[in-house]
């Protein structure tokens, strides 16, 4: 194995060398890592040994741990990549409703674990994605109306600073590195740990129910009455899929494009599912009435089971998305954003109306940089190249959606689904972005971990 000289402690590779391949591989298949050199650290050590080699080498740092956002990164020729697998496993902390997490741990572990205490995190559609990431981005969680974003819930953050410091900041012992990290992009040191804030939860409804586009314009006419004045306790999706023939996908979706609304409704303070089961109803029964479904699974189940509800992928694939922050949806934009999504030559396998408002939309007095979405619903839209011979055509339609549905746009973007390389930090206001920046400044100020525009995801 070819190293940069690296204490014995983190063994640094080069391209070539199968320790390489595993630190640099990501999620998202279609947009590979490409740093100059790589390791993964799996201890607070290691992590200062990585800083320290690419100090003497000359290179910038850079971060990841799941990958699943590799295709939004800056260029990473003249960087060391950092794939944080920190050993110690999930705690959990019943008594004061917390899990300290180590980085590079994915949320289906700590939802397991959280449940095993009658508790449940503020995770989002996939199992599989990094917790540290997803939380210092923002997170749009499936409890998200209810909780709000899933940075609000963070407690503590433990990092490894330019300088090899290794701190613990919180509230109290750092406020305003606490608060820039929350939201703020990355670039602030390596994160090793975080302590999130569980809440009790045993009991929801949750599942996915899907039907023929061909009944799309009614069924998106319902869906949008019913978030009007949806409960916070709620939370779903509304999507127009094109799904492949395969073994694992049900006949009946793969025969033409269908319509999905998925979600997530919790229980009267998170036990009684009385509650949950009506809210449930009030969603789906007049969803139900304009035809019946293809295939349903809404059900009683646990918070365990949650992250099964909206059926994403947990393999790796190659995917080619886009997104943006929409305002009030009126008929017209609903109308619009079916017309270039259902087109009959759509390449997107997926586009995608999350909806936001409640506590998402809601300022949390001890929040951090991020700390809201000013937005009613995010809409993502995605494709898959290995589905298709030119890659190209899943861009071109993206553009044309996004030009769509500009009228409809806040002008802002959501890091929790996509940081824009080109536009970093596009999702907070002018005087928060110059505020993190100075924080930046403050524990970089070399510039040691330069172009890590968001948190390791």
């Known amino acids: 194995m070819t190293t940069l000289g690296a204490p014995p402690t983190a063994t640094v590779s080069l391209p070539g060398d199968p320790a390489f391949e595993a630190a640099t591989r990501v999620f998202n298949l279609y947009a590979p890592a490409r740093p100059a050199a790589a390791v993964t650290a799996r201890t607070v050590d290691e992590v200062r040994a990585a800083i320290r080699a690419a100090a003497r080498r000359g290179l910038s740092v850079r971060v990841h741990a799941t990958g699943h956002s590799s295709g939004a990164v800056r260029p990473m020729a003249d960087a060391l990549l950092i794939r944080t697998e920190l050993v110690g496993g999930v705690h959990i902390d019943p008594h004061r409703l917390v899990a300290r997490v180590p980085a590079g741990t994915p949320w289906g572990v700590v939802v397991e674990a959280a449940a095993r205490y009658g508790l449940a995190a503020p995770h989002g559609s996939s199992p599989t994605v990094g917790v540290v990431g997803y939380l210092l981005r923002g997170g749009v969680s499936l409890y998200g109306r209810h909780v709000g974003l899933a940075a609000n819930s963070v407690r503590a953050v433990e990092l490894v600073t330019a300088d090899g410091e290794s701190r613990r900041v919180n509230a109290r012992t750092d406020p ?205 839209g995605a494709g898959v190249p290995e589905l298709r011979s030119d890659p190209s055509a899943i861009e071109k339609h993206l553009a044309v959606v996004r030009a769509a549905l500009t009228p409809w746009d806040t002008g802002r973007t959501a890091p929790t689904f996509v940081e824009s390389p080109d536009q970093p930090q596009r999702h907070l206001d002018p005087d928060r972005v110059r505020a993190a920046d100075l924080v930046r400044r403050r524990v970089d100020p070399d510039g040691v971990f330069r172009g890590d525009i968001a948190p390791q995801t």
Request: hydrophobic content about 45%.
């Open 176 to 380: 305003e590195l606490f608060w820039a990290l929350r939201g703020g992009g990355g670039g602030f040191g390596v994160v090793t740990a975080v302590e999130v804030a569980l809440f009790p939860a045993t009991a929801v409804i949750a599942g996915a129910a899907f039907w023929s586009a061909a009944h799309a314009p009614d069924l998106l006419s319902a869906w949008r009455r019913w978030t009007v004045d949806a409960p916070t306790e709620v939370s779903t999706s509304l999507r127009v899929m094109n799904l492949p023939d395969l073994p694992e996908i049900p006949p009946m979706l793969s025969a033409g494009p269908v319509l999905c609304v998925a979600g997530v409704a919790l229980g009267t303070d998170g036990y009684d599912v009385t509650t949950a089961r009506a809210q449930a109803d009030d969603l789906l029964g007049p969803l139900r009435a304009v035809a019946e479904p293809l295939f349903d699974t809404w059900q009683p189940t646990t918070p365990a089971a949650v992250t099964e509800a909206h059926m994403d992928p947990t393999d790796p694939v190659g995917v080619v998305g886009d997104h943006l922050l929409l305002g009030e949806l009126d008929d017209a934009g609903a109308a619009e954003f079916l017309r270039v999504v259902g087109a009959p030559d759509s390449p997107l396998i997926s586009a995608e109306l999350r909806q936001l408002g409640g506590r998402l939309s809601l300022p949390d007095p001890t929040g951090g940089a991020l700390d809201r979405l000013d937005a009613r619903f995010a809409y993502m």
